[in-house]
């Protein structure tokens, strides 16, 4: 083994164990005077090397301004230690989408394109010693404890890990070890590509969007796939309670979640079920989206990170923080469920007129899953006070359609909202590699203010 690549793998295997058995807090206090510490060093050493933060002496984190993705790619150079401007780094990335080989690199940093829309899509930098680090904590945060000798133990058969993304990552092939065999699936070529090959496989670990575990458990529940995997993780979407129930029902596994975003790697799910915020690695505000402090926008401050700097960096996600600590004793916070992005709230008038009031998503969900299995997939656009609903039906779609606004009109008057006016149509299924997106406000009612 070179000495480099032992290096690499030793920087893993530090980080694995540090965040494996030492950084495990009981106490909030501990996790608070931890990240404290970190963030000390943090802002005097590392972020005043970026041109943005030059000069500044910053002792706390409040005296930044809030940033968000539109403001990194704004000034992109001034938000990396390296002074990487766009234009040196975005030909790296589109070239490694188009040729689908996702190796190339500037020098040792790999650049990743976040997964939104064209207009709004992130690029993100990482070392190749940030790389290895995530890559321990990654697996830190994941492995189950019946694998872990499958991991450690030289004399045993490497763990298998099968990965389902729409792009492969530098990032993630950092798995690949002789401990572990690592096999990228690429969606964009569709399920049914990755089928025969994911069968020769067997993989331990699956790893995929919510949506795509569903489809390859329908797979195996229909005799087209044999693999038997006993971990099972959830990235990148919403996993839905019927998603879970039918991936459990074809491997016999609850599947878990994984909260990783370009972002960084920012929540995992503890041996209890319950997901918890990544805390001992990075700083995490609540912005409050209710009075009731329900639900929050989670402001991420990665002090762990020396090449772009995600400080006090606004995520376009919603989080419902679960009602009690969780029963595994870590005081990371836990969450109750990442509901998805903010523009997955929509809004309708109160009874009075005078304003919009937030229609949360798992809000909605629930109401529609009374409907159960007769509903098979559904969409929901609101257009100001129209709102577009496309569903597939187990029978007839006009009966469906029927009691869907009949039941939107209960949830609706439950809520004290003014009924939004319903057009229905057939849904479509979207392309194997987009994100599943059921809800979406296109444009709000004009003329009231929000208030959440
Ligand atoms: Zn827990």
Redesign the pocket.
């Known amino acids: 083994m070179s000495s480099e690549r032992f290096m690499g793998t030793l920087r893993s295997a530090v980080s694995f164990l540090l965040s494996r058995y030492w950084l495990r807090f009981t106490r909030r206090d501990r996790l608070e005077a931890w990240q404290a510490r970190q963030l000390k060093r943090f802002l005097q050493r590392v972020l005043p090397q970026a041109q943005r933060f030059k000069g500044r002496a910053v002792t706390a984190l409040d005296d930044l301004p809030l940033m968000d993705k539109t403001a990194l790619m704004g000034d992109f150079a001034g938000f990396n230690t390296r002074g990487l401007s766009l234009a040196q780094v975005l030909p790296v990335a589109r070239q490694a989408e188009a040729s689908r080989d996702f190796n190339p690199t500037l020098g040792d940093i790999t650049v990743g394109l976040s997964s939104g829309t064209s207009g709004n899509q992130g690029v993100f930098l990482v070392s190749t010693q940030e790389r290895q680090r995530w890559a321990g904590i990654l697996l830190a945060r994941t492995v189950p404890r019946h694998l872990l000798p499958r991991l450690l133990c030289p004399w045993r058969a490497p763990l298998r890990i099968a990965f389902f993304l729409r792009a492969n990552s530098r990032l993630y092939t950092t798995l690949s070890s002789r401990r572990i065999d690592f096999a990228f699936h690429d969606l964009t070529l569709g399920l049914s590509a990755s089928l025969a090959q994911l069968d020769v496989q067997n993989p331990d670990v699956l790893v995929a969007p919510a949506t795509v575990l569903r489809g390859l458990a329908e797979a195996a529940l229909a005799g087209r796939l044999t693999i038997s995997p006993t971990h099972i993780l959830s990235v990148a979407e919403v996993l839905e309670r019927d998603d879970a129930d039918v991936v459990q029902a074809a491997f016999g596994v609850v599947p878990q979640q994984i909260y990783q975003a370009s972002e960084g790697f920012l929540g995992y799910t ?1 041996e ?1 079920g ?1 997901l ?1 915020l990544n805390e001992s690695h990075l700083h995490i505000e609540a912005d409050w989206l209710d009075v009731e402090r329900t639900r929050f926008q989670p402001i991420i401050t990665d002090f762990s990170r020396r090449t772009q700097m995600i400080v006090r960096y606004r995520l376009n996600d919603i989080l419902r923080v679960a009602e009690k600590p ?3 004793g ?1 005081v990371e916070r ?1 969450i109750a469920a990442v509901e998805g992005r903010v523009d997955d709230i929509l809004w309708l008038p109160d009874l009075a007129g005078s304003q919009l009031r937030a229609l949360y998503p798992d809000v909605l969900r629930r109401a529609l899953l009374m409907h159960g299995t007769t509903l098979q997939e559904y969409e929901i656009h609101q257009h100001g006070l129209r709102w577009q609903i496309n569903v597939r039906a187990a029978g007839d779609h006009a009966d469906l359609c029927r009691a869907l606004g009949d039941s939107l009109q209960a949830l609706c008057r439950q809520q004290q909202l003014q009924s939004p006016l319903l057009s229905f149509g057939q849904w479509q299924a979207p392309p194997p590699h987009a994100k599943r997106r059921r809800l979406k406000l296109l444009q709000l009612p004009e003329g009231l203010p929000c208030t959440y």
Do not use: E, L, M
């Open positions: 503890c209890k319950t918890h969780c029963s595994c870590r836990a």
